[in-house]
């Protein structure tokens, strides 16, 4: 099984590689111009068609949001986990109250303040509340789904009206 994850990981990055080399349309269209501005030490950390998903993730959620409103897309995160695939899922905060609102993996999160949720080096995670409406990428360490050991994180968050929807991706080993 370990075999496969590895040639499944070649096979992604390889495939970015290839979508790069001819001309980038459909990285650029999922904001790839952000991914390329981040620090090579987390570039060479983080697969790039990982950092991209997180980033066609958040685009996805946010254009359901602008169909069926906030509130909807919410319920759907949360009650039938809506944008949640392998470890990668969407996240939403209200940014007024600084409350995580949208959580799939771990609804005992909904309704929690940000600065009393920590992540394992003890950081608050308000710094995922630095969000606009282009988007920012925000590092952390956090659970993957279905693992009980942190790694690191890098998540992508973008500020829609009152809400701040978020999805990232996990340090490859």
Not at 33 to 51: I, R, T, W
Not at 68 to 89: C, H, P, V
Request: proline residues 3%; glycine residues 8%.
């Amino acid at each position: 099984m370990e075999k496969i994850m590895r040639k499944t990981k070649l096979f992604a990055r390889m495939l970015a590689a290839v979508v790069l080399l001819a001309g980038g349309a459909a990285l650029s269209a999922c904001g790839a111009q952000a991914v390329s501005h981040l620090p090579k030490p987390v570039l060479d950390a983080f697969s790039l068609f990982s950092l991209t998903q997180a980033q066609r993730r958040v685009d996805d959620a946010l254009a359901l949001a602008a169909e069926k409103g906030d509130a909807e897309t919410i319920r759907l995160i949360n009650e039938e986990q809506m944008f949640w695939e392998g470890d990668s899922y969407v996240f939403v905060l209200d940014a007024r109250t600084k409350t995580i609102v949208g959580h799939p993996v771990a609804p005992e999160l909904v309704g929690k303040k940000l600065e009393s949720v920590a992540d394992v080096a003890g950081n608050s995670l308000l710094e995922l509340l630095n969000a606009d409406e282009s988007g920012n990428w925000v590092e952390y360490k956090w659970t993957p789904p279905g693992n009980d050991k942190f790694s690191r994180k890098i998540s992508w968050v973008k500020l829609s009206g009152n809400y701040i929807y978020g999805s990232g991706a996990y340090e490859e080993e």
